[in-house]
């Protein structure tokens, strides 16, 4: 049973770039949430993915934006990327009962670590 | 909106000994409760859960939590720790008909021999 893949592992990028990142929900799972996680804080809600269309966000600028595939793998997109943006972006994938409601757990890839200079 | 508070950032605890690590969390309605654990350079793991009925919750790793809705904490306890719990421990609340995770700012065990 495949867990959930990310990718890259790691990211080096400068100020001002775009960036994005990859995930492939667990087996079975089809909505996909984005978190940022910076060094020695706990993750923060970006947002979640299900049905292709973006359900929920957190207070995330508009330079974070995703996508969601008819696989239900999904992107993340950082744009005019910021030296702040540096950090471990963890991707969860979880099951919709139906459109608002959801499994209560969810399940986590190993990251991508990003690196803004 | 939900908030959680992990009370000690770092917890050194000597090999064996018992560990408590401490979460409390703040919501206006009703919350699943979560425990993750973070290993050098990986993701999340689930360790335990917490969504209705017995307040002692067991998990995987020997570790268990209690649920305590009038002091809205939700603690985990290991009896007896082993070096290989050296990681960063996080609790996290999500609404019940929600799907967003909140977490708090971790908790290190340090594990020494």
């Known amino acids: 049973d495949a867990g959930v893949t990310q990718s890259p592992t790691h990211l080096i990028k400068t100020r001002g770039q775009q960036v994005t990142l990859r995930c492939s929900p667990k087996?079975?799972?089809?909505?996909v949430s984005w978190y940022q996680q910076a060094l020695g804080q706990g993750p923060q809600f970006i947002f979640q993915?299900?049905?292709?269309?973006?359900?929920q966000r957190g207070n995330f600028p508009d330079r974070f934006s995703g996508h969601q595939f008819p696989n239900y793998s999904s992107e993340l997109n950082v744009n005019a990327l910021l030296l702040g943006d540096s950090a471990l972006y963890l991707c969860?994938?979880?099951?919709?009962?139906?459109?608002?409601?959801?499994?209560?757990?969810?399940?986590f890839g190993p990251g991508t670590r990003l690196l803004v200079l | 909106a939900q908030s959680v508070t992990q009370l000690d950032s770092q917890v050194p605890v000597f090999e064996e000994a018992p560990v408590e690590l401490r979460c409390n969390y703040s919501s206006s309605v009703s919350v699943y409760l979560f425990w993750y654990v973070q290993y050098p350079n990986q993701g999340l793991q689930l360790l335990l859960k917490y969504l209705s009925g017995s307040t002692l919750v067991k998990g995987i790793n020997g570790f268990e939590a209690e649920f305590n809705k009038s002091q809205t904490s939700f603690h985990l306890r290991k009896p007896s720790v082993h070096i290989s719990d050296t990681a960063e421990y996080f609790c996290?609340?999500?609404?019940?008909?929600?799907?967003?995770?909140?977490f708090g700012g971790g908790t290190r065990v340090l594990v020494k021999p």
């Open positions: 996290a609340v999500k609404r019940a008909a929600g799907n967003k995770l909140t």
């Open positions: 087996s079975g799972h089809d909505t």
């Open positions: 969860a994938s979880s099951l919709a009962f139906r459109a608002g409601a959801f499994q209560e757990t969810q399940y």
């Open positions: 993915y299900y049905e292709e269309e973006e359900r």
